[in-house]
């Protein structure tokens, strides 16, 4: 008995059936006595629809036009879902970004939540009603419609969760929870019952499609408890929480990998101080996102530089630096993937490196770069190598 | 060089390719030196498949959350509208109704307007925008979308024009004005280059499509001038205003037909006073809309009252009067077309009836009804005769 927020994605609200059963597990909460408030993303393929749409119109149209066009989806789910749960006979009402009080700041496309005015959401709470929001959306100082980026709807969803204290937030999605590693490659992947923030956002940020790492963010930053749970099976998902009690304390929660990555190495620089510093600056100053950094040592005077960048990044990047750098070798690799092992229990032990490196070795795979922070290491290798390295690593570690 | 406002119906925007004509219009305006804010329906069939998709939901939606939906139409329309003329090199900008300040009352599906706000469109036209609107909704005063029912689109426009005193409002549609009868039907149909308040408000409300006649009225009220003219050929339309110079004053403007319509008759009511009374107060109970009514002249102590309403109101006004009115036999028949003329010129000219029924005559048509007022004459004709009813009219008054 609570208020339990309930975010549903694309897929869970694709057409009149799956609609229809998406109003059930609402109804079925609202029935235990809970207030309930949820956030719906739009239909299926509607969004990429629109975008297609604009794209008849304008090969580079306004962000502040996109965002417009594109908040439609989820008003057409969210009247949709409020229509599917009134029949039913339950009390409903749809509400937009500006009807709930969803402020952002002004960047179009991919917006950051500023506030959440609670007082309508809190009325309609009040009288007794299940509250359908359009996720997604925003709007900005000047009262215009902003969008959140990509996962926004998970951001609003905890957004809400955070603004009125609700109890707890449930993300549905395609598959029933978080698990150690991608059910569908690793036979022996298990279901987490639970998980803390720190880890749960370092799988999200190595590939684990889950959840989008900005809601995991705000969840931790305001304490809301997050549970991932399947739209077709009603059982127990997986919880995410600041701390996570389990008796034999596991040294790693999951095996990530991420292929949306791609190599590109500066050869040939010179081996003085500030010429990684200036390498950088210019990736930064034109909105490249670099993650893993690997400099060799200097030899001959010289040094080589490599680090990696999204695939949709590289291209340009490459341009970027043979222009920049024209008397020095760029050059660039595609077929490689990013594995990565995460847990909070690998502060307190040492030894976990050595046994993923083992682990590697066992399968015959070459490490091409190695990152680590303090609850995850990563290992690039080649993407051929990938499905082997998973499972191995996994068998190592969680079987 | 003024303001001017410009309303582009769901055909006119269906596709990209119609979407860039009507932008090629709205620039030409702009490039006039005018200010220009445009009004733009949903995309052709785009209401059409969103009412679809909440009837695959519920057989009697609600109409609050039907209103939610089917705003989306004239957002996805407005922002499209916007990006063609950005990408034609115009500063444009898109707004939905709480965003330019419509309100309206809480009659979902059929909501009046109460005001507009005109802080956000003076501010836009002060940085010489040109503006999109999203037409047929508004925000009543819980903040919740509604919508302005049929012809919405034409009735915002004027009222827009209206609130920020527009120079000319004007309408374009599949025709390039207004003719004196349907020059699909009738080959000697002739375009009108001025046309009455009156006059259009007679002719709209007799079938004939071209504007709502909410928005005449409104037009009438705030004196706002209306020009129809066409999107696909750039050549002066019909002006609307309240009187019209014109060297031979003709005696009527136009023939319209109106298929929509279907005769009720109740027999043998007693003929003592009140019957009539105690019937419309009964049919305007049950909101039915009675068009044209007869009562026969009593005989043997019982008369007939017989009315007409729309196609659509018939089956469910039968039942009703049948279940009211036991002992009396209710009939109705479909197969008949209402054909009227219109003018301002016969307030003073005798004879116009006169000329109708014998035109009428010629070609052997029986007239079962006639309804008059003071600019028009209505007669009902068995449907069978409409075209040849049409022909003769129009050829003896307009030809």
Same mark, same amino acid.
């Given at each position: 008995m609570g208020l339990i927020v309930q975010k549903f994605g694309g897929s869970s609200v694709a057409d009149a059936d799956k609609i229809r059963r998406v109003a059930g597990i609402i109804t079925k909460t609202y029935d235990a006595g809970n207030d309930v408030i949820v956030v719906v993303s739009a239909q299926g393929d509607t969004t990429d629809d629109l975008i297609d749409k604009a794209h008849e119109i304008s090969k580079n149209p306004s962000r502040r036009e996109m965002d417009m066009l594109l908040t439609t989806g989820e008003q057409i789910s969210c009247s949709l879902l409020a229509m599917a749960i009134q029949e039913m006979g339950y009390p409903a009402i749809s509400l937009t970004a500006w009807q709930y009080g969803l402020t952002s700041d002004s960047n179009y496309s991919n917006a950051r939540i500023k506030s959440i005015n609670d007082e309508r959401l809190s009325k309609e709470l009040d009288s007794h009603k299940i509250i359908i929001c359009a996720g997604f959306q925003g709007i900005n100082k000047y009262d215009d419609i902003t969008t959140l980026g990509r996962g926004g709807s998970d951001t609003t969803a905890v957004a809400i969760a955070a603004a009125l204290k609700a109890d707890l937030c449930q993300i549905y999605t395609d598959v029933d929870g978080v698990y150690t590693a991608d059910p569908r490659k690793v036979k022996n992947a298990k279901k987490l019952e639970e998980i803390t923030y720190d880890e749960m956002l370092e799988l999200a940020t190595l590939g684990a499609q889950v959840l989008c790492n900005r809601s995991v963010e705000l969840a931790k930053k305001y304490g809301v408890k997050l549970e991932v749970c399947s739209s077709y099976e009603q059982k127990p998902g997986t919880k995410v929480k600041?701390?996570?009690?389990?008796?034999?304390?596991? =040294?790693?929660?999951?095996?990530?990998?991420?292929?949306?990555? *791609?190599?590109? /190495?500066?050869? $040939?620089?010179?081996?003085? %101080?500030?010429?990684?510093?200036?390498?950088?600056?210019?990736?930064?100053?034109?909105?490249?996102?670099?993650?893993? +950094? =690997?400099?060799?040592?200097?030899?001959? $005077? #010289?040094?080589?530089? *490599?680090?990696?960048? *999204?695939?949709?990044?590289?291209?340009? #990047?490459?341009?970027?630096?043979? @222009?920049?750098? %024209?008397?020095?070798?760029?050059?660039?690799? @595609?077929? +490689?993937?990013?594995? *990565?092992?995460?847990?909070? $229990?690998?502060?307190? &032990?040492?030894?976990?490196?050595?046994?993923?490196? @083992?682990?590697?070795? &066992?399968?015959?795979? &070459?490490?091409?770069?190695? /990152?680590? /922070?303090?609850?995850?290491?990563?290992?690039?290798?080649?993407?051929?190598?990938?499905?082997?390295?998973?499972? /191995?690593?996994?068998?190592?570690?969680?079987?």
């Open positions: 600041e701390e996570v009690k389990t008796l034999e304390k596991m =040294l790693i929660t999951g095996v990530a990998k991420d292929n949306d990555i *791609s190599r590109i /190495s500066v050869l $040939g620089l010179k081996d003085v %101080p500030g010429e990684a510093f200036k390498l950088f600056t210019l990736l930064g100053q034109n909105k490249v996102n670099v993650d893993i +950094i =690997l400099q060799s040592i200097g030899r001959d $005077g #010289t040094k080589d530089i *490599s680090f990696t960048v *999204s695939k949709a990044q590289m291209r340009n #990047t490459v341009d970027l630096l043979r @222009e920049k750098y %024209p008397e020095n070798k760029v050059i660039h690799e @595609e077929n +490689i993937t990013k594995v *990565s092992i995460v847990g909070a $229990g690998m502060q307190s &032990n040492a030894g976990v490196a050595a046994k993923l490196f @083992e682990a590697l070795y &066992n399968v015959g795979v &070459n490490i091409q770069m190695i /990152s680590t /922070s303090e609850i995850k290491i990563s290992v690039l290798i080649d993407s051929k190598d990938e499905a082997a390295a998973v499972e /191995s690593i996994h068998d190592a570690f969680l079987a």
